[in-house]
C-alpha cells in the first residue's frame, strides 16, 4: 500500500508541519540571498559565530527538525542520514572563522529537510524507526551538539590564550 502524499487532502496537518519545518530549515540556512548569486546565507551560520552558545542553540534547532521527522515516521536510515549530516556540520563548525564559512554551503538543515520530504513522497512504505532508537539518537545528537559547542569554546580560548602569550612576549 503506497504512503499518501504529505500533501493531499487527508494529511492537512502532516502538510503544515511540513511547512513549517521548511520555513526554519530556510530561516536557518537560506534566509538572506546574497545580491548577485543564488547563495542564500541563514541564521545558522551566524549563530555559530556566538563562541559556544550559538554552535549549541543552532544545533538544537537542527536536532529538533530531526526529531519532527521522527515523529513523521521516518525509517532509521534515513533518520541516520539527517543526523550524520548534523554531525558533520556540528564537526566543521568547530573550526573557527572556516566553520562557519563552511555553514553557509553545506546547509545541514536543507538537506535534512529534502530527505524528509523526499521520503514522504515515495510510494514505498518503510518501517518507522522504533521509539529507543529515536530516543538514543536525539540523545546522542543533543550531547554531541553541546560536546562540539564545549570543544568550539575550548578552541577559541586556547587561541586567545596563545595570541596573549605572543603579545606578551
Not at 31 to 37: E, L, M
Not at 46 to 63: A, C, H, K, R
Not at 101 to 113: E, G, R, Y
Request: proline share 6%; charged share 15%.
Amino acid at each position: 500500500m503506497a504512503k499518501p502524499s504529505p500533501t493531499t487532502p487527508g494529511n492537512q496537518p502532516q502538510a503544515a508541519k511540513i511547512r513549517q519545518l521548511r520555513q526554519l530549515s530556510d530561516l536557518l540556512d537560506n534566509a538572506i540571498r546574497v545580491p548577485g548569486t543564488s547563495l542564500g546565507v541563514g541564521l545558522d551560520p551566524v549563530l555559530g559565530l556566538i563562541p559556544g552558545g550559538g554552535d549549541v542553540l543552532g544545533g538544537l534547532i537542527s536536532v529538533y527538525i530531526v526529531f519532527s521527522a521522527a515523529t513523521m515516521g521516518l525509517p532509521k536510515e534515513t533518520l541516520t542520514r539527517m543526523a550524520s549530516n548534523i554531525v558533520f556540520d556540528s564537526l566543521a563548525g568547530t573550526v573557527p572563522v572556516f566553520g562557519d564559512l563552511f555553514d553557509v554551503a553545506w546547509k545541514a538543515n536543507s538537506k535534512n529537510m529534502d530527505l524528509l520530504e523526499s521520503h514522504l513522497a515515495s510510494p514505498q512504505v518503510s518501517k518507522k524507526a522504533d521509539r529507543w532508537f529515536i530516543f538514543l539518537l536525539l540523545g546522542c545528537l543533543i550531547l554531541f551538539v553541546i560536546a562540539i559547542a564545549a570543544l568550539g569554546f575550548f578552541i577559541i580560548s586556547l587561541l586567545l590564550k596563545i595570541i596573549q602569550f605572543i603579545i606578551s612576549g
